[in-house]
Structure formats: structure tokens, C-alpha cells
């Protein structure tokens, strides 16, 4: 049995050394790293061979990768590395980590080929520029053998160790068993679609309801394939912080307390929650942990995979224990846990790290998305980009001379755009070209400025930096999926010295996310609103060979009552009149039976306006409010108010903190109040995005209103009835409901009565 390992992996764990440092940055993106190693292949001469397949054994080591190109003529091999800034700045360890990956690509040419020696390029294309920097050596094919086992004999202990383990860990979960001692109603259906669907390569929408246990049930399943199907990853991925816990939990319960699996799990975590020093630079120079960072980290690699369930806490304090940011440690781990539990970005955003380590090192993974319907607006906001005219006004004059010329020009080509603009908002057919070059000469003279003062940038024109640089590589990937629109910052809309706000927005991720999904060999996504099929389907990109599950519901009709308010009109102009009829019933509701409920409405505006005509009318009923910015602490304080012996009536807003992801069984909740239909505000921007999709699809209203609006419906709907036992009730507010369109869209389980039957 040989182990297989990519060259850049194995250079990156053998030849990375010292500081962590990201102070040469950005580095370019996808699409400029793309197109710069096609200029310099373009420049080479005929004959020159682009993207060499090489492969090499040592011992039971299998290593294989692609060399950027190859002069026969020259017996010139060349990688090729795409940057921007100042190229004197590099940091030494990034050159010697790319001078290794070279000579290893070397000795498997001089090999293939019976090479006696090779001249190598370290080829640095500035994407800016497009200016090429050589860096050539030539050496003995001997000396490059003896450097490939060199960096082989550093690896070959660890190699033969992860042997071990996938070895350990597939018969373990050969014998793995259901952890109950059977399925909920619903749950063996999900589960046995999900072995299927790993089993044969194809991608899975489920449908199912809350409750039935889908965490585990779409976990189980792919680790019980692991082995026939020689899985290599397992990614979990959630849109908010209590779907990682339940995975979490999920994948405890499925460990015998006597035997645990010998199954490494690793919890990802945003930068922000894992920084220890938000107060200083990612360099030596500045942050202690970065200080010896690849020096330090081998023991702490060592140590975390003494733990099998590196959550956010055990990582963090195994990296304090050994001096390493817990950041980077967990993303260093990545590479080496069985199951990685982490947001989606970290799979489908512009340069996510789990989807580059799967092209890297051409795993077979299994992807898993949670509570799938998010994925539509957080794929959208991953592929948007904005700029706000105010955060960059004062940069002139605020900030280092060296670059206030190019700042000033920003501002210049930024007025200029929106000088005859005499409305509030309008959509462009075009981006801005010489903004953008703008913001792209901008960019490379802080990159510069920021290689000589490590001490890092003012925090407002780091800040605007960010902004820039996201920006311009969003811009790369303009097209019909987006639309790009100006709105003018001032109510005085003739006097453009006020600003503006530029957005490059996202309308149809799919043209993103279906590669990233092919890249799987299966894809599950589920969720209770995954309705209607194609709606999903067309907007999340799923590949054609999607296979579409809905899961029998384990609850009963009885257990519900839905209960349609038809003569009340939650409108935007009927909201004022219906105040009272909605008062109304939910005291009466209240009276009849006291207890828990909780109740949605479109704003937070019309939420004040009930709880305050309830509080002046009721004033010994019980309840809470949702305020606006609510933090954390504030939403457990929220939640803890259910429980089984307290009575009231919580008020919230649809969409919002507590429409999804929260568990409420039994007493803590018995029913809820939905005064609204959920449909997004109409306003420019999504009327903008209605004649898009209306172009695509030619469902413009469906696709932006309608659609997304009875999914929060349903969602917050399904917070009453969490288990086979409880009973609850359901109280649509709005005539809408009673619409043939729109009862369509509602579980099919539900039975819905008018509230005066």
C-alpha cells in the first residue's frame, strides 16, 4: 500500500519554516494566477510544454503533481509564480518553500525523462506589471534526487502514520453502528438516500422535516462509505454557528463511550471568533504567535492529533500550549481531520481554503450542506462586492504621501461616474473600467508601502483596502449572473460631491457553486424548505444528475393545528388597521391555552406597534421582544425564557435570529404566530433582481418574492412541532395565505382551517 501525497503538499509540510507572515500580499487571484501563467506560456517558444504530469516513487510514497512548463530545447524547467507589490519584500520562507517545490519537480523530469541535469526557473510574473522576474539554477539530476528523498524521509514517518490511521479508521467504521436502536419516521428514508447517493457518485436534494433527526441521518450514511467508496474527507457545512454544535453532537453520539472511533474531527471557526491578537499584524514582527510559527508547528500538528475531536476550544488551547495561532493551526489541521465542520464559506467562497486543498491534493470527498435554503443568499453575498464613497473621502488627506495621488484618482474617476446620475439609483450595463484600473494602482501601492512599514496601515484605509481588493477580484467575475448599480449617498441627488454606493451584486450564484459541487463526489443538500425543487436546482447550480428526496414526515396532522386568518391583511398599507385584529388574536389564543408561543412579523416596526397596543390592552400577558443588533448573549438571554413551567409570548421578526436553527420541544414552545407572508421588501434592487430572474427563468416574481418568503414561513412554522410527542398550534395571519399558489407551497402534511372554524 502506497500513500499518495501532491508535490506542493508534501513541500508545504517539509520546507515551511519561520515566521508566519502575509505581509506580501494579495497575492492574486484565481483568475490572475490563471491568466498570468497563460502570458508566460504564450511568450515561450514552440515546443514549450505547459502543465507536465510528473509522478515518483520513494519507499511507499507516491508523489505526483504539474510542473508549469518545460523547454526542451533549453532543458529549462519553470514554475511559475503569479504576485503583485514589490518582489524584493518576499519573505525568505515563501522563496525557499517555492525553490523546494521547483527542484522536486525536477528530479521527477530528470527521472521520466533520463535527464544527467536540469537548468530550473523560478519564474515571478508580476500580474500588474506583467513584467517577469528569473530566478535560474541548474543542477545535477543527483543533487535533485538526493533533495526529493531528503524531503521524502522527512515526510515518509508521518506518511506511514496517516497509513495507520486510515487503516484504523475504516475498520472502525466498518463495523459503525446506528447509535439508537432505530430510526425515527423519515430518517432511515433520508439516511438509505444518502448511502445510495454516496455509493454511485450522485448529488441529493432532501427535503425533510425538522425534527426527524437529519444531522445524523445525513452523517451516518458517508461515514458507513468511507471504506467501499475510499472517501478521503468528509466537509459538514453549516450557515450559522448552532448547526456546527449539532454536527458536533451528532458525531458524539455516534462514538461508543468504551471504543471510541478513530475518527479526527476538526470545527472551523471565522478568523475574527479565532484570532487571539485582533489588535496586531499576521507577521513575526508583530504578533507573538505568528513569531516561529512553522517552526513551532510540528509539535503542535503532533499534539492536536493526540485530540479526536478538535473543537474550537481544544484547538485553541492546544495552539496556546504550544505558542501557534489558533487560526492557522486549524487550517493546517484541515488537511489531516476525517470530518471538517466549518461555515459554507469555507468550501464555496472565491478562494476557499477546503476547496483548494481538495483540487491540491485531488481528494474524494463528500460534501455536506445544512439547512441548504441559506446557501442562496450567503452564495450571493460570497460573490458580491461593494464600495462606499465614505470610506474612502477622506483618505487624501489622512493618509502617507506616497499614496495620495492614487487615492485622489479613485476619487476622481468615482465622481466622474456618477455626475449625471439625477436619480437615487441606477443600474450600469458595464463596470467602470477606469475605476477599477483605479482601485487596481491603489492596491499595489499599499501592497508596496505596507512591504516597507510592517507596522501595518491606519485601521480606515485598511479597511478601504479590503474593500478595493474585494472589489476588483469580484469585478473579474462579472456577468449576467450580476448586475452592477450605483445609489447616490445624499438626498441631494444633483450634487455628485456627496458619494455614492457601487455594488457589484450577485443574483445567481449557481454559475459558482456547481463546480464547486461537481469538485464532490456526492453532494447532499437538505433541509424542511427545499420546496419548490427547481427553484433550488436553478439557483444553487445543482449538476444535472441531482437525484430529489422528500422525506415522510414522522408527525401527524393532529399534532398540529394551522389555523388561517383570512380576514386580517398584514400589507404594508392595511398594517395600521389590522393592529387590532392581531392583538386580538393572539390573547385569545393566550387564554384559551397559556404557555409558550412565539410570533413573527415583517419588521421590526410592526412588532413595536402589536407588543405595545398588546402591553396597553393585556397588561398582565407575558411576553418579550427581538430588539434590533441583537448580540449573542442577548439571544441566549431571549431563549431562555422558554421553558417548560414559564408562560408568554415572544415577539420576533420572520428571517431573523429565530426563525431557524432553534430547538424548542415540548412546553418550551406549543405555538406561534406568523403575521406576515415573509416576501421581500419590494424596492429597486430586488425589482432589479426580479427582471433578471425573470429573464433566466422566466419566473421573475416566483424566484424574488414568492419563493423565499414561504420558505421563512415554513421555517419559522416548523420551531412548534419538534417531536413525535408535542402538539402545538400555527396561526397564519394574512389573506394571502388562503391563495391556491400559495397554499401549494405549504408542507403537505398541514391541515389548514380558517381561524373562525
Known sequence: MSYRVAVRALCEFTAKQGDLDLRFTPSPTAQEGIAGHGQVAARRGEGYEREVALEGHYRNLQVRGRADGYDPAANRLEEVKTYRGDLTRQPDNHRQLHWAQAKVYGWLLCKARGLPSLSIALVYYDVVTQKETAIVETFAAESLRAFFEMQCERF???????????????????????????????????????????????????????????????LFPPLKAFPGQKLDKLFFLTAKTPGRRLALDALSRLAPSDAPLALRVLELVARDKACEHPDKACHGESCPLAKGFYDRLPAARAAALSCPHLTQAALREIALQHQVCPYYLGQEMARWAD?????????????????????????????????????????????????????????????????????????????????????????????????????QQAISAITEYLGEHPSGLDPALQNAYFEATHFCRIAELFGEHSL?????????????????????????????????????????????????RQFYADTLGLPVNNVWL???????????????????????????????????????????????????????????????????????LPFWEQTRGMGEAERAVFLERFTCDSRGIGFAVLGGAFGEGIDLPGERLIGAFIATLGLPQMNPVNEQLKIRMDALFGKGYDYTYLYPGLQKVVQAAGRVIRTTEDQGVVHLIDDRFARPQVRRLLPGWWQVTDSSD
Open 550 to 620: 422528500e422525506a415522510q414526515s414522522p408527525f401527524s396532522a393532529e399534532q398540529l393545528q394551522v389555523r388561517l386568518a383570512r380576514h386580517i391583511s398584514t400589507r404594508y398599507e392595511h398594517r395600521s388597521a389590522s393592529l387590532q385584529a392581531v392583538v386580538q388574536l393572539l390573547a385569545r389564543q393566550y387564554r384559551a391555552r397559556p404557555g409558550n408561543y412565539l410570533a413573527f412579523f415583517s419588521s421590526f416596526d410592526y412588532l413595536q406597534q402589536v407588543s405595545a397596543m398588546l402591553a396597553a390592552q393585556h397588561p398582565d
Open 156 to 218: 515518509i514517518d508521518w506518511a506511514e502514520q496517516e497509513m495507520a490511521h486510515r487503516a484504523c479508521r475504516d475498520q472502525a467504521l466498518d463495523t459503525l453502528r446506528f447509535p439508537y436502536r432505530e430510526f425515527r419516521a423519515g430518517q432511515r428514508q433520508l439516511a438509505e438516500a444518502v448511502y445510495k447517493a454516496v455509493c454511485t457518485g450522485t448529488h441529493l436534494m432532501a427535503q425533510a422535516p425538522t425534527g426527524i433527526g437529519k444531522t445524523l441521518a445525513t
Open 339 to 439: 470530518v471538517v465542520i466549518g461555515d459554507y464559506n469555507y468550501y464555496f467562497d472565491v478562494s476557499a481554503l477546503l476547496h483548494g486543498l481538495t483540487q491540491a491534493n485531488q481528494w474524494r470527498i463528500c460534501v455536506l450542506v445544512d439547512e441548504a435554503h441559506n446557501l442562496l443568499e450567503r452564495g450571493r453575498s460570497m460573490y458580491s462586492a461593494s464600495l462606499d464613497f465614505r470610506n474612502f473621502k477622506d483618505l487624501p488627506s489622512s493618509s502617507p504621501e506616497v499614496l495620495k495621488k492614487s487615492l485622489r484618482r479613485i476619487l476622481r474617476c468615482w465622481r466622474e461616474l456618477h455626475a449625471e446620475q439625477n436619480t437615487s439609483y441606477v443600474v450600469h450595463s458595464q463596470l467602470p473600467g477606469k475605476l477599477i484600473f483605479a482601485l
Open 484 to 532: 452592477f448599480d450605483c445609489s447616490l449617498l445624499s438626498a441631494h441627488r444633483q450634487n455628485a460631491g456627496r458619494g455614492s454606493l457601487l455594488c457589484i451584486r450577485n443574483v445567481l450564484p449557481a454559475p459558482f457553486l456547481e463546480p464547486r459541487l461537481r469538485q464532490a463526489r456526492t453532494a447532499v443538500l437538505f433541509s424542511a424548505t427545499l420546496s419548490p
